[in-house]
């Protein structure tokens, strides 16, 4: 995975905190791999923002459902952390992420970027802050707005129910019933 697709997801997770879009970034990084199964790491990034999106909606079982399979994810393959700009491995996070669902009142997660990660996100998302600044920026961000938190719900669906129809009508005519 190259850095500007980790730049963007983790500008969009941390500093824009739309974790639907973290999502589709994520999404359409593996997809355009060669070759790519449910194997690759990019369903991690996935997963954390799917999970993430669930939690601060308030859909518990969902949040608990995604986030217990990062947790079995990460603990059958080794997350190779560094590789993506993380400081270290976020098992431990992720699992005590899981046990604050319904406990506690979502907040973001502040992912453990890399010195290297954290001044090259900087650089991309707010080149006129100083280092501390931006640190101070993002550890108070926390994003409420419904656009945001009801995003696959508020969000322009005619494409999609388009394609879902002319893919039931091509089913339909390939197996008529009787």
């Known amino acids: ?3 500007i697709t980790l730049l963007k997801y983790y500008n969009e997770f941390i500093i824009k ?3 639907f879009e973290c999502h589709e970034i994520m999404e359409d990084a593996w997809k355009s791999k060669k070759h790519y199964s449910k194997e690759d790491d990019e369903i991690f990034f996935i997963q954390l923002s799917t999970a993430e999106y669930h939690y601060r909606r308030n859909n518990f ?3 608990r459902k995604i ?3 990062a947790v079995k994810r990460l603990e059958e393959r080794p997350f190779p952390h560094l590789e993506y700009g993380l400081e270290s491995d976020v ?3 992720i699992k005590e992420r899981l046990d604050a669902i319904g406990g506690k009142p979502f ?3 502040l992912l453990p970027l890399t010195g290297q990660m954290f001044e090259a996100l900087r650089a991309y998302a707010m080149p006129g802050l100083s280092s501390k600044e931006f640190l101070r920026q993002i550890a108070k961000i926390h994003k409420k707005d419904i ?3 009801q995003k696959h719900r508020l969000r322009d669906r005619s494409e999609i129910i388009k394609v879902r129809n002319e893919k039931l009508r091509e089913k339909r005519s390939r197996n008529p019933r009787d």
Do not use: K
């Open 1 to 3: 995975m190259d850095e």
């Open 17 to 19: 905190q739309d974790y």
């Open 61 to 63: 079982y969902g949040a």
């Open 67 to 69: 986030y217990r399979r």
């Open 91 to 93: 098992t431990p996070l």
């Open 107 to 109: 907040t973001p997660l």
């Open 147 to 149: 656009t945001l938190v």
